[in-house]
């Protein structure tokens, strides 16, 4: 039992590492101060492999860390972050530990996606006002045409990158030892994980386009 808590809190450490250096080194700026960068997919890994409470921890560790080197947001960026990641990562994890299943995993980011969305609309009109120094009236009419795209497309990436490398991942912890070799649940057929992953793709490409097109590169 020992050992496998040693494994356990091995992969978190690893996994804390690799969002904190995407947070450090891929920052794509998106719309005004709204960059977006995929340690959510990092965490959300830790949210499947080990449950909600792990993402929390992941989530909390390496937004303070962010708070203490690379941000320039303090502690409005600090619970901003920890609020998005936990609404995304966390809402997924519950459903994917309910449902231990493909289709699970695709409830559960479908799920995270909503609320990260909701809450975080809740929370620009919040904190907003007092980062960028507006009037709550004008970041208020900032929340249809800025805020929500930009989440909506987050959520897009995070969710399509998170289908198409989380078996791979979980596959590469077993080779090597740090994570059980099975899971609960049926494996999918074949066809049903083709068209997921087909979908993911789909959703990423499009995610990737837009994106591109809102930093006027295409």
């Known amino acids: 039992m ?29 719309v005004m101060f ?14 499947f492999l080990y449950g909600p409470l792990a993402a929390l921890l992941v989530a909390t560790v390496v937004s303070f860390i962010e708070m203490l080197t690379v941000s320039t947001t303090g502690w409005i960026g600090l619970v901003m ?24 995993a695709v409830i559960g980011l479908l799920l995270g ?20 120094g507006m009037a709550r009236a004008d970041v208020a009419a900032m929340l249809v045409p800025v805020f929500l795209p930009f989440n909506l497309l987050k959520s897009g990436l995070n969710s399509a990158i998170t289908i198409l490398l989380y078996r791979p991942l ?11 070799r099975s899971e609960s649940g049926r494996a999918p057929a074949r066809s049903h994980k083709l068209w997921v992953w087909l979908g993911a793709a789909a959703v990423l490409v499009v995610c990737v386009l837009l994106l591109l097109h809102w930093n006027n590169i295409i």
Not at 170 to 180: D, E, M
């Open 81 to 104: 972050n920890i609020l998005s990641t936990a609404a995304f990562s966390c809402t997924a994890a519950i459903v994917y530990r309910k449902k231990h299943t493909l289709s699970g």
């Open 170 to 180: 979980v596959q590469g912890l077993r080779r090597v030892g740090l994570f059980p």
């Open 2 to 30: 020992k050992h496998e808590q040693v494994k356990k809190l091995t992969v978190l450490a690893m996994l804390c590492a690799v969002a904190y250096v995407i947070v450090a080194l891929v920052r794509i700026p998106v």
């Open 113 to 132: 996606s909503i609320a990260m969305t909701v809450v975080m609309l809740l929370w620009n009109y919040v904190l907003t006002p007092l980062y960028m």
């Open 34 to 47: 709204l960059k977006y960068e995929p340690k959510d997919v990092i965490i959300t890994f830790g949210g």
